[in-house]
């Protein structure tokens, strides 16, 4: 073995760490793939529907031009004309149209089935009776009210005329002083208002209508022939005392469910404030039901021109006379040139697409961390002496790493298949976005690896967050971002939900290119983030934000967490109180209830009690491990009573001494060497390895430290030599003298030759893993190891030469470990303790205890397995009460009860039978 050359450093636990991440990632190559093909299926998707979407519904006759055939050959078309006058108000969009043309005004009336009456919610006496719905006949309501109600009555009275008169020469003309108005949905264009297109009839509100009051008109609008039906509709002005009355009847009678019964709608309504001769104040409401509103996308023209001019003329004639008005001949569109309806999939749907490729890093993160956590393999590195700093960096720079390559691809990809979601928003703002996320998005995943230590539940757990948020963000979030009227600190709450910010972000990137594609301009720039509805600038803050904070407190928890209860919540303090120790410093400890233990102790456990405090008091010790009152009690659960597991332990280990610790399970070894390495934080007591005590400082203690845990810690796709120059490194092993001692511990256990080394652990028997264990235990001469069970699964063979690695071992480094196999004890230990029942029966070198206690031989022979019944036969002729206590091919162990049997009968028996079989081996102890 190579000699130790101090800690490592932080620039040396970082390389070793990040060679092992890389050749693990190398090693998950189709993970990988997976991975990325997530993306890539999803961008060939969106482009696969685009495809479909500009075949089936973009080059439909319903987005193009309206047309018709003008001259056929046979069934043949072969000459048609094209334009608005053939088109409906869906097509005019995409028509050329130099010279828009030019609609009369109209008011936006309630249909016959909506219009305001009196009913069991609202039951103003003036309001017209319910009967009139049967036969369309309600009238059409405006609701007045002000400071002066006979001037504002009077304003009311002047509003509708008394008859309707047309001019055949001048229709356009004649039908502007008419007061018009329609039932029939606004467009967002009015190339072709669907009010002159549709076969809905359009009203002439009166004040009061006659019999034979429908009228039908002809004319020509710019190229369109209009053929329309005017009927008469009464107006009708009701008097409220204020406009909390108006409110309130409103809102009862606004479109709340399906049942008509719930509709009251109004024409309009007028506050006239303190208006009279001298001046004109006034507040309108109108009808936004039919603004068609489709989010932050385009809206409806709303008819509201014509109430304004409505009431406008109202005062205008009150005060100038009857024969004053402004005139309002017409509604026209701006020209347009011929347009194409254009509309980008990735841009409308593919925000909920985006989010769920992003967040799937999440739980790919998410579960890297907690299978660590799950395999103990965090500690294991921990205890071999990686710190939380260079895990921290190495790691998280590690899945930055990893979530950067993807989101490039992710980009990259999209854009080169021609999403325009990506090739219209700015790269820079794209950037910005993606990097602080993900940052987010890294830190959240290790804060919450800390709430999981089972793999299975963090996976599923992590793609109900992906797959959860993704529909909550369109099915709910967007529906409150969209509505205008929902307050926008509660939108800022809600973004403080990462997964709705990056919701947020992806919607803002969608409807900017949604727009940018429509229009022919490009999508978000820097200078639209100062735009009002623009929420990207927020959201860019609250990330930002949430990741330094997140990342603070995900560290300070992991630091805890991983201590495994040896550090406290505020173990930070611990700093500003502890002064360097030059030798031991016994703590101050309530020492009365060794005195129960002292009692009832054997002499020589009692003796190392007493050389533990002899050894406490001196100012300077070659002792590696020194063990002073040791105690871990378990709290009762569930009615059961607390649980003693290590029961006031002393004991003193020099350097170079093998201790070895038997006993039954559940005696309490597992939980002594938990507390030594760092794993359990003791009740009472302490101990101290190099001078360094196990409470405090424990960081140092892992330098010079190694473990052969019970269980194989190991990294299945990982090789046994990747194994040891990773745990080498941490050692600070380095070059030649890295190789040599990785060399030299392969070929120690065995596991050099035959190509076993570049195999992956993943594949070696049990017998292999726990050889590497042991080796990984042994790398970079630890001062002290600690080894649980070592030879547990092996065969003869390889046992033996485990424990001849183990006795070379020992030279210079104190070794605890503990077995159930006395032989095995004897064989490696210097020394043993029983332990039973979480205490220290007694201790002393192995011939000692067998003179002392031991009443009977064990006997061990291997031959080949035809003859084992033999060797059993020879066993009971020898003495009939032997016990069988071990068998494994050809290996058999008896014991043999010492006033059965002479050692000089059993040595003649073997010999004996040497002259019948071979006998591969045989021992007696």
């Not at 967490?561 to 109180?577: E, H, I």
Request: with cysteine; hydrophobic share 40%; charged share 20%.
């Amino acid at each position: 073995m190579a000699s130790s050359l101090g800690p490592a450093s932080f620039a040396t636990q970082t390389n070793a760490l990040l060679r092992k991440n890389l050749t693990f990632q190398k090693r998950n190559v189709r993970t990988n793939i997976r991975l990325i093909s997530f993306p890539i299926i999803l961008c060939l998707l969106l482009v696969l529907l685009q495809v479909l979407f500009d075949r089936l519904v973009n080059n439909s006759d319903d987005f193009k031009c309206g047309c018709i055939c003008v001259r056929r050959n046979g069934n043949k078309c072969v000459e048609e004309k094209c334009g608005i006058e053939y088109s409906d108000p869906d097509q005019a969009q995409s028509c050329y149209i130099p010279q828009p043309p030019q609609w009369p005004p109209i008011l936006q009336v309630p249909a016959a089935e909506y219009r305001a009456v009196r009913n069991d919610f609202i039951t103003y006496p003036d309001l017209p009776n319910a009967a009139c719905r049967i036969n369309n006949s309600c009238p059409a309501i405006i609701f007045l009210t002000g400071s002066n109600r006979s001037f504002g009555e009077t304003l009311g009275k002047n509003m509708f005329m008394d008859t309707f008169s047309v001019d055949p020469s001048n229709i356009l003309a004649s039908l502007a002083p008419n007061i018009l108005g329609s039932d029939s949905m606004p467009e967002i264009i009015n190339y072709v208002d669907p009010a002159f297109s549709s076969d809905d009839p359009i009203y002439s509100l009166q004040s009061q209508c006659k019999s034979n009051s429908t009228f039908v008109v002809r004319a020509q609008l710019s190229s369109i022939n209009v053929t329309q039906e005017i009927r008469c509709l009464q107006g009708l002005n009701l008097w409220r005392k204020s406009s909390s009355e108006i409110n309130d009847e409103l809102y009862k009678g606004y479109r709340k469910g399906n049942s008509e019964r719930k509709i009251n709608e109004i024409l309009a309504a007028y506050d006239f404030l303190n208006s009279d001769l001298n001046k004109f104040n006034v507040s309108i409401w109108y009808n936004s039901t039919y603004k068609n509103d489709t989010g932050n996308g385009p809206i409806a023209m709303l008819r509201v021109p014509r109430s304004i001019n409505l009431v406008s003329n109202s005062y205008l004639r009150s005060v100038l006379g009857p024969g004053t008005q402004i005139l309002f001949d017409f509604v026209k569109e701006m020209p347009k040139t011929f347009s194409r309806l254009k509309l980008d999939i990735s841009s409308i749907i593919g925000t909920l697409f985006f989010t769920w490729v992003v967040l799937q890093l999440f739980p790919v993160i998410l579960t890297a961390l907690v299978y660590e956590k799950q395999q103990k393999l965090r500690i294991m590195m921990k205890m071999h002496g990686l710190g939380d700093g260079p895990y921290w960096v190495i790691s998280y720079a590690y899945f930055f790493s990893i979530s950067f390559l993807y989101m490039l691809c992710f980009v990259v990809f999209g854009s080169l298949v021609g999403l325009r979601f990506f090739l219209l928003n700015s790269y820079s703002i794209q950037f910005v976005f993606y990097f602080i996320y993900i940052n987010l998005q890294i830190s959240l995943a290790f804060l919450v690896a800390a709430l999981f230590s089972n793999l299975k539940t963090a996976s599923v757990i992590g793609y109900i967050f992906v797959f959860g948020t993704g529909l909550l963000g369109a099915f709910l979030f967007q529906s409150f971002v969209q509505d205008q009227s929902f307050p926008r600190p509660w939108i800022t709450v809600m973004e403080l939900y990462p997964g709705f910010a990056l919701y947020r972000g992806l919607y803002e990137f969608g409807q900017y290119s949604f727009r940018g594609h429509y229009m022919g301009t490009d999508g978000m720039t820097w200078a639209d983030l100062g735009d009002s509805g623009n929420g990207m600038i927020e959201i860019l803050i609250i990330m930002a934000v949430e990741w330094l904070v997140v990342v603070g407190i995900a560290y300070y928890v992991d630091k805890i967490v991983s201590s495994r209860g040896t550090k406290g919540p505020l173990f930070f303090l611990r700093n500003f109180k502890k002064k360097p120790r030059s030798s031991f410093q016994r703590p101050s400890l309530r020492r009365q209830d060794s005195k129960v233990f002292v009692e009832m102790e054997k002499a020589d456990v009692t003796q190392e009690r007493e050389r533990v405090e002899q050894l406490l008091l001196e100012p300077s010790t070659n002792h590696a491990i020194i063990s002073d009152n040791l105690r871990k009690i378990y709290p009762g659960r569930d009615g059961n009573p607390e649980k003693v597991a290590v029961n006031g332990l002393s004991l003193a280990l020099p350097s170079g001494e093998c201790f070895g610790m038997l006993g039954p399970n559940g005696a309490g070894k597992t939980t002594f060497i938990s507390m030594m390495i760092g794993i359990t934080k003791p009740t009472a007591g302490t101990a101290y390895v190099q001078g360094m005590d196990i409470q405090t400082d424990m960081d140092r203690i892992y330098t010079s430290m190694g473990v052969c845990p019970q269980d194989d810690l190991l990294w299945e796709t990982l090789t046994g030599r990747e194994h040891l120059l990773f745990y080498g490194r941490l050692k600070n092993l380095k070059g030649s003298a890295l190789s040599q001692a990785v060399e030299e511990s392969l070929k120690s256990v065995n596991l050099f030759h035959g190509g076993v080394a570049d195999k992956q652990a993943g594949k070696y028997s049990g017998g292999m893993k726990r050889r590497l264990s042991v080796a990984i235990s042994l790398i970079g001469d630890p001062k002290v190891v600690y080894m649980d069970e070592p030879s547990t699964g092996l065969d003869p063979a390889s046992r033996s030469n485990l424990w001849n690695v183990v006795k070379r071992a020992k030279q210079g480094r104190a070794i605890v470990l503990t077995t159930h196999s006395m032989e095995e004890a004897e064989a490696l230990c210097d020394r043993l303790g029983i332990f039973v029942d979480g205490g220290l029966q007694c201790i002393g070198n192995a011939k000692e205890l067998k003179a002392r206690y031991g009443g009977s031989f064990v006997f061990t022979m291997t031959t080949s397995a035809d003859h084992e019944e033999e060797v059993e036969r020879m066993v009971r002729r020898l003495s009939p009460g032997a016990n069988k206590i071990y068998h494994i091919s050809g290996t058999q162990k008896f014991e043999l009860p010492k006033q059965e049997v002479r050692v000089a009968d059993v040595f003649q028996a073997v010999e004996d039978a040497k002259s019948r079989f071979t006998v591969f081996r045989m021992g007696l102890g």
